[in-house]
């Protein structure tokens, strides 16, 4: 219930052939929420999410590479900190990772 849309791209068949035995189990609201895109996902891909915010790599227009968003590297030292430390339910969230850098 977390997940506003998921988008797969550049799928492979065999996962077409797991969607389409998965997907009837999940519940219709979940199932709304992911859009499985083949080879020829840049047009689809656009309408669903703004250009602007979408990577070139993606065929949107943002200038930030795939894998430097400050949301991703937040999450990557997050990430990083909790593979050195051990895992901690006491440790700062997520969402306190981001420190304004990137």
Same mark, same amino acid.
């Given at each position: 219930e977390r997940v506003w849309r998921t988008i797969v791209?550049?799928?492979? %068949?065999?996962?077409? $052939?797991?969607? &389409?035995?998965?997907?009837?189990? @999940?519940?219709?609201? =979940?199932? %709304?929420?992911?859009? $499985?895109?083949? &080879?020829?996902?840049?047009?689809? @891909?656009?309408?669903? =999410?703004?250009?602007?915010?979408?990577?070139k790599a993606f065929g949107g227009d943002d200038e930030c590479a795939v894998g430097e968003a400050p949301e991703e590297l937040?999450?990557?030292?997050w990430v990083a900190e909790r593979c050195s430390q051990g895992l901690d339910d006491s440790s700062?969230?997520?969402?306190?990772a981001s420190d304004g850098e990137g």
């Open positions: 791209i550049n799928a492979p %068949a065999a996962f077409g $052939v797991v969607w &389409s035995i998965v997907s009837p189990l @999940l519940e219709p609201q =979940v199932r %709304a929420k992911v859009t $499985v895109l083949r &080879s020829d996902y840049a047009s689809t @891909l656009r309408e669903l =999410v703004d250009p602007a915010s979408l990577p937040a999450l990557k030292r700062p969230s997520l969402g306190d």
